[in-house]
């Protein structure tokens, strides 16, 4: 069967393009007809299934006409354990035009990528519902913030439903385990209502509790078996009906079964149902719990903001009707509505729900502010520059949103393995009772029915399924507010196993405002002259070295003189035609590959750098003019977050494009281990590559656009978030605070994190290794014990609340560095000198 696609192809702007992108469909196994439309951007395929259709994607991609894609999310309903959400996952994936599905078993969700214009998400949803689990559409941010709303609905329906059967089972536990537990009563209800009453009233409880709070496993249950595809609620369903028909049988057609097993079991199953509502019960709430991060970030906007019209007046209007370029007002002791620049006022801004640093932070003038912060005690007037899903607080509920809907590498083949587990436990079930049947003792048929309800029972997946998901919600929750982004869930995985950090300098270690601290010119240039020339070029660049050379010409109060022709050239340097002479300024290769002799400097320059002074060249014709020292600060906190990280196993490397001998007196004063220096920024990706070599896993963090190739290239990007866009958008982890104490945090919440995920898995996997033979009668040869349904069930429920309990310990991390840089998740320990690469 095939099906017919529209896929929107980016890129195409001639015949030649439809010509490639025709032929590299036509070559894609699977693709049966194609066809190409330069004036709509598209083509139309038809494919014989949904790996032809990526298959046709990847051939596109390739060619460079990349398809375009989007991405929705769904709202799953009904799933209950790991093998639902591996069905769920396969449907979804089914479907040609699907990029990839993941789906979230903690969350309930399925976040979907496919080719856009392929599929509408009513088509996604269609195909969730053919696979027995209806689906409803919702926005990633929405979704993840109704998430702990929906639960707490959930637990308290469950919670009703929990009463309801605890008040129906009760009465039947006492009439039947009543008598075991206590032989007067036995004796007392033969005499009083008779065997064969008490078995009727039973009867009547347990159909109550099976029909009514019970109905749920039947109703979602059978139908999952008829389709072939069971999970958690067909095992109960199974293994209630089985104890359930059973007992119909003892009670109302009792010559059918020999005297020895007319027995009934009307109680394990009703208190089977009540001990998973309990487990239901505990899970919602748990899974609500889990989602709590972002519900706290969604709170922090404020739902209004209080306008400043042109004649002084105020008004308050919702957030929705706010425009780029509006003024608002924030009074002192309340949430800043939005994100803006402050054009009048002074005060201090507490920014710590979202960057994780505990200090106000002082704004004035032109300093740019957050909504979801807090004002101090002064009045602001803000000049409004972003809203609505441009915000930053927006992105970051959408980072954290995908991070928590993202699937670890560790996860799948926790999802190859469950995907066959329910049919696996079933077919285990049934070996069981026919075991029994064989050799076991009499009563046979008795022995037979308890161990095969038992297995069945105790070994439903939920604890497997949300092993991952919960500790990925709650570990990225805790993260984002301590002002750490996995903008990619995998990057918890890949940051655990980190081996070395490398770290840009300029922005990353340093302030990233250096001063100009020393000019010293060569015979025959004038001070004043050569600065202002010098300042004229750097006037037009953005690097930080440039802005210190022009705020030292503006303090001196020199007039800069026009310049035309001007060129930068990436990572060396600038140059420009100034009063009909030509200026270059930049590093000591920029200006030797120009033919300019600097070894009237040269001598000088050692000396600076040596002392840790950025050092840069500028020449005026062809004659070396200047050479000027530039300090750039080391950030307080440095290097405290180094030592910390050294004392977790890292070794730290710095990658930058200064001197060696400036680099390695950073190094010194920071404890750094390697130094690569005199890179440029292309150079830094096969700087990376140099220590990757070595068979380690590299994380880089950096802050600029230079960077942003090496962010994107490591192991793990890790971006400042004071930083530019392009590096923060190219990067795996976004630290919202300035300092390097946020790469500390990040390591300590991967690494915690993980280690929970592996509790989760070794208990969710131990406990059902170790449980089901007991289930299925392994202690009996020995020491006579078959374990109850009863006891089963509560055994399953109390796996899945273990698994979520431990899952949310992790809110309970606390910050790896102190406010002041100190070490709070690691003994001091003595930091050796750093070592020469």
Sequence with gaps: MTTTLQLSIDG???????????????????????????????????????DAARAAMAALDQVGYPARSETRILRIETMSCASCVGRVQGALNAVPGVIEAQVNLASETAQVTFAQGALTGADLARASAAAGYPAQLAEGSAAAAEAPDRKVREASALLRRLWIALALTLPVFVMEMGGHLAPALHHWIDATIGRQMSWGLQFLLTTAVLAGPGRMFYTRGLPALWRGAPDMNSLVAVGTGAAYLYSVVATFLPGLLPEAVRAVYFEAAAVIVVLILLGRALEARAKGRTGAAIRGLMDLQAPTARRLASDGST?????????????????????????????????????????????????????????????????????????????????IVRMVADAQGARLPIQGLVDRITLWFVPAVMAVAVLTGLAWLVFGPDPVLTHALVAGVSVLIIACPCAMGLATPTSIMVGTGRAAQMGVLFRKGDALQHLAGAEIVALDKTGTLTQGRPALTELKLAPGFARADTLARIAAVEARSEHPLAQAVLRAARIEGLDLPEIRDFDSVTGQGVQAQVDGMSVRVGSERFLADAGIDLSALTGQAAELAAQGRGVVFAAVGDRVAALMGVADPVKPASRSAIAALRARGLEVAMITGDRAETAWAIARETGIDRVIADVLPQGKVDALDQLRAEG????????????????????????????????IESA??????????????????????????????????????????VAAGALYPAWGVLLSPALAAGAMALSSVFVLSNALRLRRIAPAMAEDGADLGTPAAAVPAPARA
Aim: glycine share 10%; aromatic share 2%; charged share 20%.
């Design 696 to 727: 380690r896993r590299v994380a880089f963090v950096g802050d600029g656009i230079n960077d942003a190739p090496a962010l994107a290239h490591a192991d793990i990007g890790i971006a400042i978030g004071t930083g530019t866009d392009v590096a």
């Design 315 to 395: 008004q308050e209007i919702a957030l929705e009707d706010v425009r780029p370029g509006d003024l608002v007002l924030a009074h002192p002791g309340e949430r800043i509505a939005v994100d803006g620049e402050v054009a009048e006022g002074r005060s201090h801004v507490d920014e710590s729900l979202l960057t994780g640093e505990a200090a106000p932070i002082v704004k004035s003038p032109g300093d740019a502010v957050t909504g979801g912060t807090m004002n101090g005690t002064g009045s602001l007037q803000i000049r409004v520059t972003r809203t609505g899903a441009d915000t930053t607080l927006a992105h």
């Design 732 to 773: 795996d982890v976004v630290l919202m605070s300035g300092d390097l104490r946020g790469v500390v945090n990040a390591v300590e919440v991967s690494a915690r994190t993980l280690r929970n995920i592996r509790q989760n898995l070794f208990w969710a996997f131990a406990y059902n290794g170790a449980l089901i033979p």
């Design 12 to 50: 195409m702007n001639c015949a030649s393009c439809v010509g490639r992108a025709d032929r590299a469909l036509q070559q894609v196994a699977g693709v049966t007809q194609v066809s190409v439309n330069l004036a709509s951007e598209t083509a139309r395929i038809a494919v014989e299934s949904a």
